[in-house]
């Protein structure tokens, strides 16, 4: 028998499903999810921090965040699933002129497009929220209150179960080989369980959805990127409302985690490709980062084995690729990114959809992200990229 959709989301972790229930509530019935794993979750969706901020440099992002971080709080009236969402706030320190000049400018702009609780904290005012960090050499820093983390598996899953109530389908264990096409116009996709015929193809595969895209003649320049996370035993002492907190003279930054603490520092030195084990020596180097910025740090307790490292997907200029794929009808991108495809996942999941069944979205100003944007020169520069 024939397998008919009218929409194929290629990728079913939480950028994937936040599309797919999106175009339910949109009144598209025929979405089939497909995932290439057993389960979801496996990819960078389950590797993710978890973080959610709209502390960033350049419009599109913090737009995408004003949208999406108020959907996070109140993700269990609109879904109807927790999203494990904590407003403990990011907390940058500027440990130089110049840190102290970009975050100055970046809260300026935060403020204008309506971040209106973000605030500058002086060395003092630092000391005092985070007692354990030292600030002999910070400059003073910004802080908003709403930032802060979700769970990304919740988020992923209360998107989905709406999905499949709304009469979404989702393969599990399935492989889209490639898309196929026509006259430059999508026709479906070829999978191991067979040919789905669909006239609307989205692809929000993370890391592979570069070689995928290129089945049906589309150029996704998403590359993979590792990144690795160190999480610690529990660490008595720490403020009930730990915020995220971020070293700008190193990057290093971090997290509570339970009981603990969940460290963070992206090595300049990491090279592009799928690697997603934990380079030797990098928990070394991550706590040696961490005893720097908060000496207490010296007695934190970290079992290797429960370390592990993730794939960002990274495009040229670290912005999300998004909406219709440049040169191909029916194609439709959701990828590139660049670790912030959690925190931007409603806000994606709406836009998509509406450019599918509307064929336009007013939602936030999603242009700067338009896939076309490589060939007409038109790259971002975000420069607030953990």
Not at 25 to 47: A, D, I, N, P
């Amino acid at each position: 028998m024939p397998q008919t959709a009218e929409v194929v989301v290629v990728g079913a972790g939480i950028v994937g499903a936040s599309i797919a229930w999106h175009l339910t509530r949109r009144g598209c019935r025929e979405v089939l999810l497909v995932e290439r794993e057993m389960h979801q979750g496996l990819g960078s969706t389950g590797k993710s921090m978890g973080g959610v901020r709209a502390q960033f440099a350049t419009d599109v992002n913090i737009r995408m965040s004003l949208y999406s971080i108020p959907f996070f709080a109140r993700f269990e009236e609109e879904v109807g699933h927790p999203s494990g969402y904590q407003a403990h706030g990011y907390l940058f320190m500027a440990t130089s002129d110049q840190h102290v000049a970009y975050l100055r400018r970046n809260m300026a702009r935060q403020r204008e497009l309506g971040l209106t609780n973000v605030e500058w904290l002086t060395a003092g005012d630092i000391a005092r929220a985070v007692p354990f960090v030292r600030v002999d050499d910070v400059r003073g820093g910004t802080f908003c209150p709403t930032d802060g983390f979700v769970d990304p598996h919740l988020v992923m899953t209360g998107f989905t179960q709406g999905a499949l109530a709304g009469g979404a389908t989702l393969w599990k264990g399935v492989t889209v080989e490639r898309i196929t096409t026509e006259g430059g116009r999508v026709t479906g996709v070829d999978t191991t369980r067979g040919h789905v015929s669909a006239p609307v193809v989205v692809t929000a595969a993370g890391p592979w959805a570069a070689a995928l895209a290129e089945t049906a003649g589309a150029d996704l320049p998403v590359t993979p990127l590792r990144r690795m996370l160190v999480p610690t035993e529990p660490f008595p002492g720490l403020p009930e409302r730990l915020p995220m907190v971020i070293d700008m003279s190193t990057g290093f930054h971090f997290r509570p985690e339970a009981r603990g603490l969940l460290l963070a520092w992206n090595d300049p030195a990491e090279q592009p490709g799928v690697h997603t084990g934990v380079r030797p020596g990098f928990i070394e180097q991550i706590l040696t980062r961490a005893v720097e910025r908060v000496p207490a740090f010296a007695d934190l307790e970290v079992n290797p084995r429960r370390a592990w490292a993730g794939l960002y997907e990274m495009s040229p200029d670290h912005h999300g690729i998004l909406g219709p794929a440049h040169g191909v009808t029916g194609l439709f991108h959701a990828n590139g990114f660049s670790g912030h495809g959690v925190m931007h996942s409603p806000a994606s999941g709406r836009i998509v959809a509406e450019l599918i069944v509307d064929g336009r979205s007013e939602t936030v100003d999603w242009q700067p992200m338009a896939a076309d944007r490589f060939a007409r020169g038109a790259v971002l520069h975000e420069t607030a990229v953990l």
